[in-house]
Each structure stands twice: as C-alpha cells, then as structure tokens.
C-alpha cells in the first residue's frame, strides 16, 4: 500500500464576495479532486486544537499525525533544522522575515507593507541577512539565511518568554507600534529590529529594487520563538517510511525533525509561479524509491490568501489539479494499492489575509475501494453537509492509514 497526502496550504476559506459570496474552492475548476472526492470519502476535520494558534507550524503536524500537544515546540525550530541548524538545548530559534514596512520616520509608526519584501528572491536576501549578521551577530545572536524572505535567528541561553511576538502576515497594512512586545525579554529583539531598518534600508541591494519599483526587504521581523523540537521518527510512530516534498523551511523541518525524507525540488518558490509537477514527480520518485508515505505541501493557495489575491488563489487550486494531480494519479497507476489525502491545513481567508482556526474539508480515496456516488463538488459547505467530522489532525492520519 503506497499513502500520499497532497496538502493545499490554507486553500479554505469563507465567503468572498467578489465571488458572489463563494469562496475559491466553490469556484475553482477542479475535475480531478472532486472525482476523487465523489468516488471517496470526504467532510470536515479541526487540524488545529483548542487554545493553540492556526499557524501553518501546528496544522501541518496536526495532519501529519503528530500531537501539537505532545510535540510543538515553536514554529523557527522546526525551520531551523531544515536549513541545517545544530540547536543546543538552550538555544532560542526565531523567524527572521525580511519584511517591507513604510518610510515613517520612528519605527513604531511604520506600517507593515509587505511581509515577504516583494517575494524576495533567495540570492538577493542572502547578501541582505549576511549584512545583518555583520552588523548585529555576536556570541549571543547568530543569523543564517534561508529561502525567499524565510530566515532564522538563533538566541544562546535566550529565553521564549517574551510575549506577543506577532507574525507579519497577520499584521499587513497596520502600524506596527501595537505589535511589538513590550516584554522586558524582548528588549534586545526589538532593537535589533530598529537597528535592521537603519542597515537595511541603504543597502545597494535595497536601492535596485526601488529602481526596479520592487519592494525594498528594508527590515527584519523576529518572531515564532522555540526551544529544539523533540519529534518522534515517522518510522517508529506509523512503521513506515516516509518523504515530505515542500518548497519552504517549516515542512522540511518537520520532516528532517522525524527523520524523514525531504528531497530538493527545482524551481520551487512556494508561490503561485513554483514548479507543480517537479513536486509530482519527486513524490512519484520517493514511492518507486521504496517510500510507503509521501506528503506533498503545497503552499500556494496560502500566499494567495494573505496577500488577498482573489484569482491567483483560484487559479492556484485550479494548477494544482492540472499539475500535480493528473501526472500523480498516472504515476499512481503502476502501483497495485494506493490511498490519497487532499485537505488544508488551516483556512487562509481572502476577507482578513490570516490563518483562522475553523475545520477544513478532506478527500480521502482508495483505488481499491471506490463508492458510487452522484458528482459533487468538494468545498465547504459540502463537506459539512455530509456529517462527517474527525476531531484532530492525529484522528484523521490514523483514519487514513486504516481502511
């Protein structure tokens, strides 16, 4: 039996109404999934747990089928160990994004413009995190780059007490003076924020994509604070082996952080632009490799959420369904018995740009055990209307794996 999950990073959603008050799911041109959908098993699952935030840190394990209970230790750690960090136990990992925040003169009247500087590409924000570590590095703070505007920050003998250290994406177009910690703890942090934007924003980098009329990476935001995680290996959780395929740090993390499998993809930008079919195909590779599990993230329709991209999230539904779905259900073929997945991890609604906390639909099929039912359309509202509710993430990874 060959097990793939294909995860749509914060595909659902609630009532757009410049989509007639549907959301992208409802709308989105979607063959393949709903004729999975119709031939499966599918309604509604709560990938994050009660009193948790909907990070895409803690969904994602959720429906990988590890208890963020048990095992979630902060979002940066999990990323840091996918750039190769070697983290001590009393070492603080942070998120270091590359942000754009406005010309306002006093750092507390700024406002977050963009929390990924334009979609920076890796090459440029290298040399601007290389700049920083030059300049606030020392023994205590140790900065390491990462991919797009995804970066990391390491804090020896730091401490994760320190309050309210809020993900840009959640905070785009506010002030950012209500958003930053006031927490004696997070002194240190904070001023190496202000003093980012005095290196940053004069950088020879920085002024080309102005001249470009890109946005320039002007600031560094530190957040998503942890300790080292202590994941359980996916080999001895579930006896069986298995890969993640994902464009971005975070799902890489998880994996190496289980021991698993995380193969490079070419031409993956975690964006509506990534290369859908490498993913296919890599999945397709680990299984003829001997992989019994493969999960495929895809965080497209995620981006699109937060940045309020109305088409670009339908359409990244839509490619997903003509690029990784068709080449994965024919590669599928050589493979006697096979189940696949199809769920967010979390909703990304267009209407506030940020993660929420509600249930998500899921498509679970098997090719050796097919229903016969009317065509549906899977979204939202159909997945509640079937009844079906599993209660976690861990639920739903323990269904899936058992007929």
């Known amino acids: 039996m060959k097990y793939v999950v294909v995860l749509y990073d914060g595909m659902a959603d609630l009532p757009v109404p410049e989509l007639d008050g549907k959301t992208p799911m409802m709308v989105a041109n ?9 031939r499966g098993e599918f309604g509604l699952v709560q990938t994050i747990p009660n009193g948790m935030s909907p990070g895409s840190d803690i ?19 999990l990323e840091a160990l996918s750039i190769g960090i070697n983290l001590k136990d009393t070492d603080v990992s942070l998120r270091c994004n590359l942000v754009t925040l406005s010309d306002d003169k006093n750092y507390e009247d700024k406002t977050m413009i963009d929390y990924c500087a ?10 601007l995190i290389k700049s920083v570590e030059k300049h606030l590095g020392n023994d205590e703070f140790k900065f390491y780059s990462g991919v797009s505007y995804r970066h990391c920050l390491i804090w020896n003998n730091g401490t994760t ?38 290196i940053l924003s004069n950088h020879p980098i920085n002024l080309k994509r102005i001249e470009n009329g890109k946005s320039p990476a002007n600031s560094i935001w530190l957040w998503g604070e942890g300790k080292k995680p202590m994941l359980p290996a996916f080999q001895e959780l579930y006896g069986m082996s298995g890969s993640v395929i994902s464009a971005v740090d975070l799902l890489k993390g998880i994996g190496k952080g289980a021991k698993m499998s995380t193969p490079d993809v070419d031409g993956v930008t975690g964006y509506i632009d990534t290369n ?12 003829e490799n001997g992989a019994d599990y493969v999960y495929i993230h895809i965080e497209a329709p995620d981006e699109c959420g937060h940045r309020k991209e109305i088409e670009n999230k339908v359409r990244s539904i839509e490619l997903i369904d003509e690029r990784v ?3 994965l259900l024919e590669g599928l073929e050589k493979f006697e018995d096979y189940k696949i997945m199809a769920l967010p991890d979390h909703p990304t609604p267009i209407v506030t740009g940020t993660h929420s906390s509600q249930s998500v639909p899921f498509m679970i099929f098997h090719n050796k055990n097919q229903r016969m ?3 549906i359309s899977i979204n939202e509202e159909t997945a509640k209307n079937t009844g079906i509710v599993v209660s976690s993430g861990t639920e739903l990874m323990k269904r899936f794996l058992n007929n």
């Open 373 to 375: 039912r009317n065509s």
């Open 276 to 287: 859908f079919e490498g993913k296919a195909m890599a999945a397709l590779k680990e299984l």
């Open 30 to 38: 979607k063959p393949l999934l709903d004729s999975l959908a119709s």
């Open 59 to 77: 969904a994602n394990m959720s429906v990988m089928g590890f208890d963020p209970n048990k095992y979630y230790t902060g979002r940066s750690p």
């Open 118 to 127: 334009g979609d920076i590409k890796t090459s440029e924000a290298y040399e």
């Open 161 to 198: 007490d320190i309050a309210n250290m809020t993900p840009p994406h959640d905070i785009s177009g506010r002030v950012v003076k209500d958003y930053l910690s006031s927490n004696k703890n997070a002194k240190p942090l904070i001023d190496m924020m202000k003093k980012s934007c005095e």
């Open 325 to 327: 779905l068709k080449p």
